[in-house]
């Protein structure tokens, strides 16, 4: 069975101080890992999608990495409009076809002035 | 706005009564899914549309429950005989499938209370 672990729970940084949140995951085949952002009584937003292990993509103070076994989404001089709850997802080949996504618990991150 | 939309964004409700949600998805996209979020935790797999066919269904998807997505355009969950228990944000989430990626995009949910 596919697994989403992440870490922390909960994170907590000054305005401009950098930090890393990781997910860890167990797949059967990794068809994707997925980012998402998710503010307070909202749906999750797309931020990213890894498929193989060596990518990275970027997006204006985010950064997400992926390993064969972990991702991580390294966020720079962060601001307080950053503070959510960060998602991550995998996706599986499934000889089913079936394409859902298995979530960790996610990181909620709180940015402070 | 062309985004996943869905509806209602609250409902309330009694013990034992039934409830409907609908979602409309961004235009185009042939595939539909349902996912269930407790407080703390991720979006849980419920069930999974390509066009009209329900191809999919998670084992928490208990009898009580049953989806459809008439024409393949927009879907419904129904919720018969509600329990305590199905408190929740129930989300939607549409994708454009290809055979090499897929990106679901999220509605903003509706959050159930049962009472």
């Known amino acids: 069975e596919d697994q989403v672990t992440q870490s922390p729970e909960a994170l907590r940084l000054q305005e401009g101080e950098s930090s890393s949140l990781n997910c860890s995951y167990t797949?059967?085949?990794?068809?994707?890992l997925f980012w998402y952002r998710q503010d307070p009584g909202k749906g999750p937003e797309f931020l990213f999608t890894l498929y193989s292990a060596g990518e990275e993509k970027e997006k204006e103070r985010l950064k997400a990495t992926l390993t064969k076994k972990e991702s991580f989404l390294h966020i720079t001089a962060p601001k307080p409009e950053d503070s959510a709850t960060y998602l991550c997802a995998v996706q599986a080949w499934d000889a089913g076809g079936g394409n859902k996504l298995t979530f960790g618990t996610g990181t909620q991150l709180k940015v402070e002035l | 706005d062309t985004g996943v939309s869905q509806n209602p964004r609250h409902k309330i409700t009694k013990r034992g009564q039934n409830v409907t949600f609908r979602c409309d998805p961004i235009s185009e996209h042939n595939r539909l899914y349902w996912y269930r979020q407790t407080l703390g935790q991720g979006p849980e797999f419920l069930t999974y549309f390509q066009n009209e066919a329900q191809l999919e269904k998670s084992r928490l998807l208990s009898d009580r429950f049953s989806a459809e997505r008439p024409k393949g355009s927009f879907s419904t969950l129904e919720i018969q005989r509600t329990e305590q228990g199905d408190s929740a944000m129930y989300l939607c989430a549409s994708s454009l499938g290809t055979r090499s990626q897929e990106t679901q995009y999220f509605g903003p949910g509706t959050r159930l209370l049962v009472l």
């Open positions: 797949v059967s085949g990794l068809r994707g």
